[in-house]
């Protein structure tokens, strides 16, 4: 065997080490993240005190849905549902137009203030969100809406994190396309529209992603800006859970249930999106 063939067996053997080194670190980062999720699905189905004494077990000698059957029949979860339902679909759908708009602006279009704008931007990011919130509550007080769905929903209709990310996607589209659609008569709106929007379904489904998660997940602001219990979501609810108000015991079973089936909507967007993610604008323009 010639020393040019042996270095090539070498680098290869090492090459598939390095693989297998790679999957089993991926492995191991994989059960990570999964275990306390499936801690969650397990004891969700345990009685109260399986659950306390053997909570880090996945295994249960007595399976149940009694935690699912209390929950639902002692609990206004389905009206928390329908609140988390409502404002999640509004703020998503709201978002993905109102940040997509916002975002063409900073990239495309040339106006006075432009890069202050854009300055101010990532300024507002900076802001840790808790600051925030004793100002949230006194707009929302008084523009009358606390207490509302509009309270709820119009201030998380737009978001600066979704604003630098479309508006950085939108620079990347390179400017013989929309130099192609207003030869042909387009104007600004509809080049924005028909033409790059379409192109940018990488970046809008990132948005979606995250204004869906964002919005279904959110806690803070609900609390400050409403307090009638017709406009619990599930976030307030399922905390209020805390307080054990369902049954005696650590109800572990039954805190656990909710928080299973609070994750099932954020499980099905991300599958059913994750891979649009991927998609890349390349191919757009013909030379």
Excluded: C
């Amino acid at each position: 065997m010639s020393n040019t063939e042996a270095a090539r067996r070498h680098a290869g053997e090492s090459h598939g080490v390095g693989h297998v080194a790679t999957y089993v670190v991926l492995t191991l980062l994989a059960i990570m993240y999964i275990f306390p999720f499936l801690v969650e699905v397990a004891n969700s189905f345990k009685t109260d005190e399986e659950a306390t004494l053997a909570g880090m077990s996945l295994w249960s000698t007595n399976w149940t849905t009694a935690a699912y059957t209390t929950l639902f029949a002692n609990s206004d979860f389905a009206l928390w549902t329908m609140n988390s339902v409502i404002v999640t679909v509004v703020v998503t759908t709201g978002r993905v137009f109102f940040v997509s708009l916002a975002g063409y602006s900073l990239a495309r279009l040339r106006f006075p203030g432009r890069q202050a704008v854009y300055l101010a931007l990532i300024a507002v990011m900076s802001v840790p969100a808790v600051v925030l919130l004793i100002p949230k509550f006194l707009v929302i007080k008084s523009l009358g809406i606390y207490d509302s769905y509009a309270g709820m929903i119009l201030p998380l209709l737009v978001d600066a994190a979704g604003v630098f990310i479309m508006r950085n996607f939108f620079e990347s589209i390179p400017l013989a396309v929309e130099e192609a659609a207003r030869i042909d008569g387009a104007g600004t709106f509809r080049t924005f529209w028909s033409v790059v929007l379409p192109m940018s379904r990488p970046a809008l489904m990132t948005i979606i992603i995250l204004s869906f998660q964002g919005s279904w997940n959110e806690l803070n602001h609900f609390i400050v800006s409403t307090q009638s219990p017709s406009l619990t979501t599930l976030t307030k609810g399922v905390a209020s859970l805390a307080s054990g108000q369902l049954s005696s015991g650590n109800q572990y079973p039954i805190k656990l249930a909710a928080a299973a089936l609070m994750t099932i909507p954020v499980a099905i967007i991300f599958f059913i999106f994750q891979k649009r993610i991927m998609n890349t604008s390349g191919g757009a323009v013909k030379e």
